[in-house]
């Protein structure tokens, strides 16, 4: 990808994720109204820092058997991401199982500055006793981005092919194959053994 391909998708994403937390027309009316809420709750509370509530909409946490000291989980999410916005993209349910699509921009200290950084998270969600909790999250890369790569890749395949031709068609000679060897091997009489 070019650079100049890369500053342009940063920067419209940069201006997309500067309107704030938004759902998509293409979340449709058969998801479950439990489902939304669940899930902008929880990506506000992220963006807001507020762990208590993060906590409260994580399945893992329900976990009786083996729960996770609030503090502990406090602490460890003190340590990750810090999202400036996160904006639902999408929503899929199937059953009891949904996946969110949230576009997100995150804030990256580099030294004495601090950058911003579009990210594209999938989170799944799992309906238990008949809430909604988030299973898990992770960062992944839409099919329009993987296009664009692509399409970059293959313009600059096509540039170097080009760049080849022409230097072939300048200078025949360096491209020409190499001569074949003509002689023909030495064969030993096996008839006198």
């Given amino acids: ?54 906590y409260r909409l994580e399945m893992k946490y329900r976990d009786n058997a083996d729960p996770q000291d609030p503090m502990t989980y406090y602490k460890e999410k003190q340590l990750n991401s810090r999202f400036r916005v996160a904006m639902v993209d999408r929503i899929e349910q199937k059953d009891d199982q949904a996946t969110a699509k949230i576009s997100a921009s995150e804030i990256k200290a580099v030294g004495g500055a601090a950058f911003q950084i579009p990210r594209f998270i999938e989170s799944h969600w799992q309906r238990f006793e008949g809430d909604w909790y988030q299973v898990d999250w992770a960062f992944y890369i839409p099919e329009a981005l993987l296009k664009i790569i692509e399409e970059e890749k293959a313009a600059k395949a096509a540039q170097t092919a080009a760049a080849e031709a022409a230097a072939c068609q300048a200078n025949p000679q360096a491209c020409a194959p190499p001569p074949k060897d003509t002689a023909a091997p030495i064969q030993e009489d096996r008839g006198s053994q």
Avoid: H, I, Q
């Fill in 1 to 54: 990808m070019t650079n100049k391909t890369l500053v342009s998708l940063l920067l419209g994403m940069t201006l997309v994720l500067a309107g704030g937390f938004a759902w998509s027309a293409d979340a449709g009316d058969e998801l479950d109204p439990k489902l939304k809420a669940r899930v902008s709750e929880y990506w506000n509370a992220t963006v807001a820092r507020d762990w208590a509530t993060t």
